[in-house]
């Protein structure tokens, strides 16, 4: 496997980590977050979801479809 594409298969899990924190963080709110807060972090989970759905097409292609998420 190319470099670039265990390079990018690492990102992926990293971010599955970080958006699962994220939402964890919106159901229990351990910051004591303000609701634009919330807000904002909705907003970023979602960002950081579409980035994931593009990082995985960009994973299969490289890989030729090898690999699934």
């Given at each position: 496997m190319k470099l670039y594409v265990?390079?990018?298969i690492k990102e992926?899990?990293?971010l599955k980590g970080r958006i699962k924190k994220a939402k964890a963080a919106l159901e229990n709110n351990?910051?004591?977050m303000t609701e634009t807060g919330k807000e904002l972090l909705t907003e970023q989970v979602k960002s950081m979801e579409s980035y994931l759905a593009i990082l995985n097409q960009r994973i299969e292609y490289e890989s030729g479809g090898e690999?699934?998420?």
């Amino acid at each position: 496997m190319k470099l670039y594409v265990e390079r990018m298969i690492k990102e992926r899990d990293d971010l599955k980590g970080r958006i699962k924190k994220a939402k964890a963080a919106l159901e229990n709110n351990p910051f004591d977050m303000t609701e634009t807060g919330k807000e904002l972090l909705t907003e970023q989970v979602k960002s950081m979801e579409s980035y994931l759905a593009i990082l995985n097409q960009r994973i299969e292609y490289e890989s030729g479809g090898e690999i699934r998420a």
